[in-house]
């Protein structure tokens, strides 16, 4: 009988010990899960940033196309020839009168 307390006793401390070793590497594991899952939140926070960026040139860079676009037409009107030969070749229409500020 005190041989078979003895054995009851060994067994009990070495099914504590291995319980023991099973929860520090359990704790372990969640510890190393949480740390990347940070580590992914951070990654997925400079991605959504990024995203916004991106889409932000995208609305400006449609907004520039745009006004190129309207300044296409605009250079396809007479206004605008004319505009460019009077200020840079100095073209006037006949009968019409200049007059220069004196610097």
Do not use: C
Request: glycine share 2%; proline share 1%; no cysteine.
């Amino acid at each position: 009988m005190v041989k078979r307390k003895i054995v009851f006793r060994r067994k009990k401390r070495e099914n504590r010990l291995s319980m023991l070793l099973v929860t520090m590497v359990v704790l372990m594991v969640l510890a190393v899960v949480s740390i990347r899952s940070m580590e992914l939140r951070q990654k997925q926070q400079g991605y959504q940033d990024q995203i916004k960026q991106l889409t932000q040139q995208i609305e400006e860079e449609t907004q520039r196309t745009a006004e190129i676009e309207e300044y296409e037409k605009y250079t396809k009107t007479r206004k605008y020839v004319e505009e460019v030969a009077k200020d840079k070749l100095g073209l006037v229409y006949d009968g019409e009168i200049i007059f220069k500020p004196e610097n």
